[in-house]
């Protein structure tokens, strides 16, 4: 009897703890899972912020470009200004 006893509280505390288990590793699983969408969006967040600044740093070149080229025709018509002005005199 005593040995039944010892039996069926071993088996109950088996029981128990398997259950315990799965439900830690069912926890375990989904907090895996969350962490992976996490740095999965932390990963596209950096992909879009190097995409932007990328982005950025052509645009300024780009910008850089058209300024330059605006100063260059400036100078070029107030310099054809001046030869016809000067011309006309």
Avoid: P
């Avoid at 600044?53 to 200004?81: G, I, W």
Wanted: aromatic fraction near 6%; hydrophobic fraction near 25%.
């Amino acid at each position: 009897m005593i040995s039944d006893l010892q039996s069926s509280y071993t088996y109950s505390k088996n029981k128990k703890l398997t259950q315990e288990y799965h439900e830690m590793k069912k926890d375990f699983t989904q907090l895996k899972q969350q962490l992976d969408e996490m740095t999965n969006d932390q990963h596209d967040a950096a992909s879009k912020i190097q995409d932007l600044s990328y982005s950025k740093s052509e645009l300024l070149h780009k910008m850089v470009l058209l300024h330059e080229m605006l100063q260059k025709e400036t100078y070029h018509r107030r310099k054809e200004t001046e030869e016809k002005n000067t011309g006309c005199i």
